[in-house]
């Protein structure tokens, strides 16, 4: 679609390659792969949470002594927070390697114009990078907050799902908008 619309405007696609890259890096890479990760995994805590709440085994841990943030949450926060770079990293380099083809295949756009990094600086990769983590730590503390958070039995299971869907998605539109908005008043 970048292509389509460099072309018809400019007649140049010598650019569409390493904006594209640009952009993946700065906003759609992170905002993307965060929004899957929420709709997918965010859904898994809140109801594996829920289940746990029903079912009374985050009052036995309390009953225990312990306390179900360490427990329960800690590890899901830790985890998400290294695997979201990850993901990012891995999301964005299939988006990019799949738009060079795609170009490739609609336009007469070389690989070796397309995979330029002329476009990318030192700025772009730590906005992305900052986004990754950020929302890392973002997902899986929203869902566990909802899924701790059921009440009523089983039947707040699916509720509590479809909350931290909603509530986790938000909050990275959220914090995709005040993080772009906080690197583009400081740079």
């Known amino acids: 679609q970048t292509a389509k619309q460099s072309y018809s405007i400019l007649g140049d696609l010598n650019l569409v390659g390493p904006a594209f890259l640009q952009l993946l890096l700065r906003e759609f890479g992170p905002t993307i ?14 109801a594996e949470l ?22 329960l949450v800690s590890p899901r926060v830790i985890a998400m927070g290294i695997a979201m770079p990850t993901l990012v990293i891995f999301g964005s380099a299939v988006a990019f390697a799949a738009g060079g083809i795609a170009t490739r295949a609609a336009y007469p756009v070389g690989f070796d114009t397309f995979f330029s990094l002329r476009l990318v600086g030192i700025p772009d990769v730590v906005l992305g990078f900052t ?22 039995g089983t039947e707040s299971v699916g509720q509590a799902t479809t909350d931290a ?23």
Request: aromatic residues 6%.
């Open 165 to 187: 869907v909603i509530v986790a998605s938000l909050a990275v539109l959220v914090a995709d908008f005040m993080l772009g908005a906080a690197f583009h008043l400081a740079g």
């Open 131 to 152: 986004k990754a983590v950020v929302f890392g730590f973002i997902v899986p503390i929203v869902a566990c907050a909802i899924g701790l958070r059921a009440q009523g």
């Open 50 to 71: 829920a289940v746990m709440v029903s079912s009374e085994e985050v009052d036995a841990i309390r009953l225990a002594g312990g306390e179900p943030l360490p427990y």
């Open 33 to 46: 792969v965060a929004l899957m990760v929420a709709a997918r995994v965010g859904a898994g805590i809140a």
